[in-house]
């Protein structure tokens, strides 16, 4: 479950073209990195039926290796945020999910795509996904949140 969580957060950050909730934002820290654009999703679905998330990446310098580091939360009750994960993921395995390419990945354009079924076992309600993501040097290349309501 958490790296198919994982994926809707690798693409999700552009706002002008997602679909849905305005409660979204990005942040590629100087662009210096990665930009994102083209960004197609929704941002409600339903627990056990499939989605897919869809855009273009422009990568401005290589990435040899990284860590991805993902918190996924839901708000209980409205008085109480759980979390259900709280994670660091290598970053070429990610790109290699999304874009097919592996690492290191050079300056370029990548189109990324991701299909897969949200899991049934999630609870029906708002989970706010949260990703940075870490250079082999330990720089913030990017960060990105995004709420998500699952249906039943």
């Known amino acids: 479950m958490s790296v198919l969580l994982l994926i809707i957060l690798t693409v999700i950050p552009s706002l002008p073209t997602s679909t849905g909730s305005t409660n979204n934002y990005y942040n590629a820290i100087?662009?210096?990195f990665v930009i994102?654009?083209?960004?197609?999703?929704n941002t409600t679905i339903k627990r056990g039926q499939s989605y897919g998330v869809q855009g273009v990446i422009n990568l401005k310098k290589e990435i040899k290796w990284g860590i991805m580091h993902a918190k996924i939360t839901h708000q209980f009750k409205n008085y109480v945020n759980l979390t259900f994960e709280d994670a660091n993921y290598n970053l070429c395995d990610i790109s290699v999910s999304v874009t097919g390419k592996y690492c290191p990945l050079k300056p370029g354009i990548y189109h990324g795509i991701y299909k897969d079924t949200i899991p049934s076992v999630l609870w029906p309600g708002k989970y706010i996904f949260k990703i940075h993501g870490y250079n082999e040097d330990n720089v913030e290349l990017f960060c990105a949140m995004t709420?998500?309501?699952v249906e039943k």
């Open 36 to 41: 994102i654009t083209n960004l197609s999703f």
């Open 147 to 149: 709420e998500v309501n």
């Open 30 to 32: 100087t662009h210096d």
